[in-house]
C-alpha cells in the first residue's frame, strides 16, 4: 500500500487489519473435486469444491430469496455465507445491510446439510475518495481543511484514499493449517447446498457483533 509514493507527500496514514482464520470444523482435502461455478448465464468456470457433511448454523429465508450458512472459525468468529436464489443477487443486494445480517443470524438454527463450496482467493485494491466524499467528508481534501492537532507547521490536506482487501479461502480456512475432525451426524436425509453461482460473505466477530469483512465472489477463479 505504500509503493510508488509521491516525493511531495508529506504523511501516510494506514489502517490494517489482517484476519487469520481457521476453520473450527476444517473441510476434507481428500473430498475437493472439481466442478463447475455459474458466474452468470453465459458464462460457466471449473472451481475447486470442497465438500463437507455434518450439522451446520443455516436459514432458509423465503421471503427475500436467500438462504444462509454460518461456518464457524476458532475462536470468535465466523463466516456467514449469504447465498441468493437463482436470479435474485440484485434484489438482495439492494436490500441487505446490518440490520438483515443480525436477523438471519438469530434464525438460524441446526440442519443436515452436504455442503458444497469453492476455493477462491479475492484481491481488492480501490479508491475511497468519492465513497467519502458523498459521506461529507468534503473539507479534508481542500485548502481549508485543518490538521492543526497533527502538525501546526505544514498545511496538511487529504490527497487521496486507498482501500485493498485480500481473503483467502481453502480446506483449512484463510491460511494453512493442519487438522483433523470426525464429526458425528444423525442418521437423517441431509439437504444439498451447493454454491456453484455467486454468493456473498461476511466474517463476524461475535462480542462485538462486528463485520469486519464483506465480500461478494463472483468468480471464485478469478487473478
Known amino acids: 500500500m ?17 484476519f487469520r482464520g ?3 470444523r476444517p473441510f476434507d482435502k481428500n473430498l475437493t473435486v472439481k466442478a463447475d461455478f455459474h458466474v452468470d448465464r453465459n458464462t460457466k468456470i471449473e472451481v475447486d469444491m470442497m465438500k463437507k457433511m ?21 475462536g ?7 447465498f441468493p436464489d437463482e436470479n435474485k443477487m440484485e434484489v438482495v443486494e439492494g436490500f441487505i445491510n446490518k440490520d438483515y445480517l443480525r436477523h438471519w443470524h438469530d434464525k438460524l438454527y441446526k440442519n443436515n446439510l452436504n455442503f458444497y463450496m469453492p476455493k477462491f482467493s479475492i484481491s481488492v485494491d480501490t479508491s475511497l475518495d468519492e465513497i467519502l466524499k458523498e ?7 481542500t485548502d481549508e481543511a485543518d490538521f492543526s492537532g497533527i502538525s501546526d507547521e505544514i498545511k496538511l490536506k487529504v490527497s487521496k484514499v486507498s482501500h485493498q482487501a485480500v481473503l483467502s479461502v481453502d480446506e483449512t480456512g484463510t491460511e ?8 458425528i451426524m444423525p442418521m437423517s436425509l441431509p439437504v444439498d447446498m451447493v454454491l456453484n453461482r455467486p454468493f456473498m ?14 465480500g461478494k465472489i463472483s468468480n471464485p477463479a478469478a487473478a
Open 76 to 82: 470468535n468468529t465466523s463466516m456467514m455465507i449469504v
Open 22 to 24: 481457521q476453520w473450527e
Open 2 to 18: 505504500v509503493k510508488d509514493l509521491d516525493p511531495l507527500m508529506a504523511m501516510v496514514l494506514i489502517n490494517y487489519v489482517y
Open 176 to 183: 494453512a493449517a493442519a487438522a483433523t475432525t470426525i464429526e
Open 201 to 214: 460473505v461476511f466474517i463476524i466477530e461475535h462480542s462485538t457483533r462486528s463485520i469486519i469483512f464483506a
Open 54 to 74: 455434518g450439522r451446520f448454523d443455516y436459514y432458509q429465508d423465503h421471503d427475500n430469496h436467500t438462504t444462509v450458512i454460518s461456518l464457524p472459525y476458532k
Open 135 to 141: 459521506m461529507g467528508v468534503t473539507e479534508a481534501y
